[in-house]
């Protein structure tokens, strides 16, 4: 009977399948590494991508910052012009109105009565003088109101103790500066106030 040994032949094909084990793992390996590589660049594209739009987004946002700043600068600047503007007309108008009042104040004292100082307080007037009666005093105040340029005239002393004999009575009363309405316009009459007390 013939005796053949297989073992060399079994060798053989071990090491050609350890030999294929390691070219499969290497290429294994190969492939591994070429994906690995791959994503990593993609992320790391990915990640320049974004750095490069957040560097874009603060160069804009601080360009806006400056336009911002100059924003408020312009709108401060313009509230500055604007206040000015209103003091300017509130001082024409002023002027305007103290001419009127004052030709109010010539054109509306009656026959017995005289001024002898005028008081302003913001947009409070005190008138104090003399006068002949307290009759001409109410008719002062009613011409007051009636002006259009003053209203709520309130007396607030009347005292008999002049040294002119005659105009004897001592008073004083404080009208409203105000501005007339315009012609056509409902004008509600104010009733003049009387205040303080007659002396005889």
Known sequence: MAKINLLPWRQARR???QKGFYALLGL???IGLVIAFAVISFFDGKVTNQNNRND??????AALEVQITEIETLEAQRDDLLQRKQVIEELQA????MVHLFDELVRTIPDGVKLNSIRQVGQQLTLAGTAQSNARVSSYMRALQ??????S??????????DDRSMPFVFELK??????KPEGAESEEVPAVVSGEVAQ
């Open 15 to 17: 090491q050609e399948r």
């Open 28 to 30: 294994s390996a190969a």
């Open 56 to 61: 874009f987004l603060k160069t804009e946002i």
């Open 94 to 97: 002023s002027r305007s109105q």
């Open 146 to 151: 009636q002006s259009g340029w003053v209203t």
């Open 153 to 162: 005239p309130a007396l607030s002393i009347i005292e008999a103790k002049g």
């Open 175 to 180: 009208v409203m500066l105000t501005q007339p």
